[in-house]
């Protein structure tokens, strides 16, 4: 099983300023043949079901700010939102589907106000 | 528009059994994968196993092996995830999900809140 390892679990930024969260797999999910990689970013507020932010570990959802960008590759990722908004505070995500059918998620990032 | 949604919260005994719906619109239903992910309080998302409505073939997580069983019936577009010999660790919400690419989930149902407590 590919584990997923998030940090830090708690993340306090003030308005305006950056946001990082870092994502390491216990194995690659990069697949050689076509050279992406299987990782995907969710936002999950109170009450709601996870909302998907980015795929292919760089490829934004349509609709997502542009604030929010992913990157990484093979093992190590990160989720960078440029200039931190009320609205962002949430917990995220990180999600490899290299092992599919399988998926496995990281423990969760809480992201909150400074 | 694709709409996933779920049947309602549910109060269960420890040892039984619930099973919860999902009921799909706005696409194929055969097309897509769907997969149900477990959120207990405060916690984060598990992963729980993976429906294939097309040919109802199905794989679940180690965690949950001998206890779930997930099932299809197209004739109403519908997904089911069934959980047996239930226990007070087994309280969360559980949330089924439609696959896009892959295993990348863009669409996901509300939610179903399961309180197991004697």
Not at chain 1, 56 to 67: K, L, N, Q
Request: hydrophobic share 30%.
């Amino acid at each position: 099983d590919i584990v997923m390892t998030q940090s830090p679990e708690y993340l306090a930024v003030s308005l305006g300023e950056r946001a990082t969260i870092s994502c390491k797999s216990s194995q690659s999910v990069l697949y050689s043949s076509n050279n992406k990689n299987f990782l995907a970013w969710y936002q999950q507020k109170p009450g709601q079901p996870p909302k998907l932010l980015i795929y292919w570990a760089s490829t934004r959802e349509s609709g997502v700010p542009d604030r929010f960008s992913g990157s990484g590759s093979g093992t190590d990722f990160t989720l960078t939102i440029s200039s931190l908004q009320a609205d962002d505070v949430a917990v995220y995500y990180c999600q490899q589907y290299y092992s599919v059918p399988s998926i496995s998620f990281g423990q969760g990032t809480r992201l909150e106000i400074k | 528009e694709v709409q996933l949604v779920q049947s309602g919260a549910e109060v269960k005994r420890p040892g039984a059994t619930v099973k919860i719906s999902c009921k799909v619109s706005g696409y194929t239903f055969t097309d897509y994968h769907i997969h149900w992910v477990q959120q207990a309080p405060g916690k984060g998302l598990e992963w729980m196993g993976l429906l294939d409505p097309e040919d109802g073939e199905t794989m679940s997580a180690e965690k949950f092996q001998g206890r779930v069983t997930i099932t299809a019936d197209t004739s109403t577009d519908t997904a089911y995830m069934e959980l047996r010999g239930l226990r007070s660790e087994d309280t969360a919400v559980y949330y089924c999900g439609r696959v896009e690419v892959r295993g990348v989930i863009p669409y996901w149902g509300q939610g179903t809140l399961v309180t197991v407590s004697s």
